[in-house]
């Protein structure tokens, strides 16, 4: 499980740490994908098969089915950690996230996010509002 919010700088080869305490769950790698928000989504390799099965058994037809995988698979990157613990983050997802320098990792529970820090903390203030309304109407 993951949570709690982590600020780091990008360093200049565009690489982030990965928080210390998820370093041995991920020790096998990750897979970037674009979130539906403008953050990045960081899947453990467990979590990602979970997802990629979800989508290619569901009831959808051919058609639609190919737009999702086009729309998930082709922008998603596997990635190993190095040997400081970092994620090499690529281009397309730093531009489509606007990550530039300070970003926050936030656990999502099963996966973690990675957003621009002034991003973030508007879909924190918005998410917080939103939970407690959601929470109230169980």
């Not at 990750?30 to 979130?35: A, E, I, R, T």
């Not at 899947?43 to 998930?72: C, D, M, N, V």
């Not at 613990?85 to 990550?99: K, M, N, Q």
Request: proline share 7%.
């Amino acid at each position: 499980m993951y949570f709690g919010e982590y600020s780091y700088k990008i360093d200049e080869k565009g690489r982030v740490p990965v928080p210390p305490r998820f370093r041995r769950d991920l020790k096998d790698g990750v897979v970037l994908s674009p979130g539906a928000e403008k953050c990045i989504n960081i899947y453990p390799l467990s979590e990602w098969r979970k997802l990629t099965t979800s989508l290619t058994s569901g009831p959808l037809a051919p058609s639609k089915l190919r737009k999702l995988h086009r729309a998930i698979f082709a922008t998603a990157f596997n990635i190993a950690l190095d040997g400081q613990g970092r994620i090499a983050l690529p281009v397309p997802l730093r531009d489509y996230a606007e990550i530039t320098e300070d970003v926050v990792i936030a656990g999502a529970n099963n996966y973690l996010e990675l957003w621009n820090s002034v991003l973030w903390e508007e879909e924190k203030a918005m998410s917080q509002e939103q939970a407690w309304q959601i929470i109230e109407s169980l």
